[in-house]
């Protein structure tokens, strides 16, 4: 199905959702987004940061502020480091299923990126690839990490292949997972509109998810109060604009200087970034060894639909092993 006809999908389903100023296919380096004609004025600021730390907070939740940025994080397990770097309106629980399976003999540190989740801004709510690769460069620097595994999902891949692109010396491998080569490949893309709470995170994920089991009320109460946080400097709007303004081209010269033994995960049935796409991020990855595995029965939201076979499958290929040429049916 193409992204056009997801959006038209999405906009008949807008319909039954009243209040919400626009409904989000994808986010993050590129979305679809279904909204009004005239979209109404912005909702007001909802929820602080201590308030989502305080209504949220994990038994291994971690807090530092690094780079004058507060930030929310898990470290376990011991042996070799991964970090995870999950998609737009996700938080870093989205890697559940990774981290059981991982944490048996990895270490494992799991981060929500910036301004998502519970962690902050830059001051002047600055959020844009460049600011995500600094802010990670930090927490790297603050867990002392080196020669580890990177991986990002969707937009979190975008942020993963810019900073082994600018940083081969730290890594070992690289995993990429439906990541967005180019904002343009995303059809009817604009800005959104207003926060839409837990209603519009539900549509998020519905219309990006083929396997819809993981939709749980409490998992959409939780990204949905995420999404309603407070925003005084419009970054949600602005992160929009700053990945929009890295063009194709811009994101093909990334991918071309990445060195890192590499891995690309494609969703076969991934509704808003079809396999095209995949095929053209996988052929502009400069990587001597790249590889590329094709996830059967999942949509775009890999870790949370197929978490425990992609999990075991990476695990594989972190530790030296072959990537399969398709996991599922």
């Not at 299923?97 to 270490?107: C, E, G, K, V, Y």
């Not at 002392?144 to 969707?154: D, I, Q, R, Y």
């Not at 937009?155 to 904002?183: C, K």
């Amino acid at each position: 199905m193409s992204v056009s006809n997801v959006c038209r999908r999405a906009r008949r389903a807008r319909r039954t959702l009243l209040g919400i100023g626009a409904a989000i296919a994808l986010v993050g380096g590129g979305m679809c987004v279904v909204g009004q004609s005239t979209p109404p004025a912005a909702a007001p600021a909802k929820l602080s940061l201590k308030t989502l730390r305080a209504r949220y907070h994990l038994p291994n939740s971690r807090f530092a502020t690094l780079d004058q940025v507060p930030v929310h994080f898990t470290d376990e397990g011991r042996g070799p480091s991964v970090v995870l770097l999950h998609a737009s309106y996700l938080d870093l629980t989205s890697w559940d299923d990774w981290a059981r399976n991982l944490t048996r003999d990895h270490r494992v540190l799991r981060l929500d990126r910036l301004r998502f989740g519970m962690t902050g801004s830059y001051p002047g709510n600055v959020v844009d690839y460049e600011h995500e690769v600094k802010l990670l460069e930090a927490f790297v620097a603050d867990r002392k990490l080196h020669h580890f595994t990177l991986v990002g999902a969707s937009s979190g891949g975008m942020v993963a292949a810019l900073y082994a692109q600018r940083h081969p010396e730290m890594l070992d491998t690289l995993v990429l997972m439906n990541f967005p080569i180019g904002h343009g490949r995303i059809a009817n893309a604009v800005k959104p509109a207003a926060p839409g709470g837990a209603a519009l995170i539900r549509l998020i994920l519905e219309t990006n998810m083929i396997d819809k089991r993981p939709i749980t009320p409490a998992l959409v109460q939780r990204l949905g109060d995420f999404a309603d946080r407070e925003d005084e400097g419009g970054a949600a709007a602005a992160s929009f604009d700053k990945a929009s303004a890295l063009t194709e081209d811009d994101r093909i010269r990334i991918l071309r200087g990445i060195r890192t033994r590499t891995m690309v995960l494609w969703s076969a049935e991934n509704r808003t970034l079809p396999m095209t796409a995949g095929q053209a991020a996988f052929d502009a990855i400069g990587a001597p060894h790249k590889y590329l595995t094709i996830i059967g029965g999942a949509g775009h939201m890999v870790p949370l639909e197929r978490g425990r076979e992609t999990a075991q499958v990476v695990r594989q290929f972190i530790d030296g092993g072959a990537a399969p040429a398709r996991v599922g049916p």
